[in-house]
């Protein structure tokens, strides 16, 4: 397989940089704020989560990768699972509107699994990717 037929999508670096703005700004108001307990409790909390989706992104920046022979999808925290064309069931953008709220979210489903990836997940356009997917697996015939 040639590199060209090689597609990656990743979390955007502006996304990882703002999680990690975010966590460092939370601890500075901790750390500021220490003498209120309540506070320092939240505080601590917003910061950890923060930190661990921030090292998400930093320790498993590419959430899909597919070229001919198949998809790698992130799972898990930071696993990663290769599965081949053949065993790829369905691949479907899903969307959906609630109140002010669009969502779409890319779906490839497998046998026994589904996997969900956003447009913060891929740093891309969720119908761009699918389209990029059907090309990649039409090329490897039927």
Request: aromatic share 6%.
């Amino acid at each position: 397989m040639t590199a060209a037929s090689e597609r990656r999508w990743r979390v955007p670096p502006a996304q990882v940089a703002v999680k990690c703005a975010g966590a460092a700004a939370v601890t500075a108001l901790a750390v500021l704020y220490s003498h209120d307990p309540q506070f320092l409790f939240l505080a601590i909390a917003a910061a950890a989560g923060l930190n661990v989706l921030a090292l998400r992104d930093l320790v498993a920046p590419v959430r899909l990768a597919a070229d001919g022979d198949g998809v790698t999808v992130v799972t898990g925290y930071a696993g990663r699972r290769r599965v081949p064309w053949d065993a790829v069931t369905s691949i479907r953008v899903d969307e959906r509107r609630r109140l002010l709220l669009h969502t779409r979210i890319l779906e490839i489903e497998t046998a026994d699994d589904l996997h969900l990836l956003s447009a913060f997940d891929l740093g891309a356009d969720v119908h761009d990717v699918a389209d990029e997917l059907y090309r990649l697996r039409a090329r490897t015939g039927p």
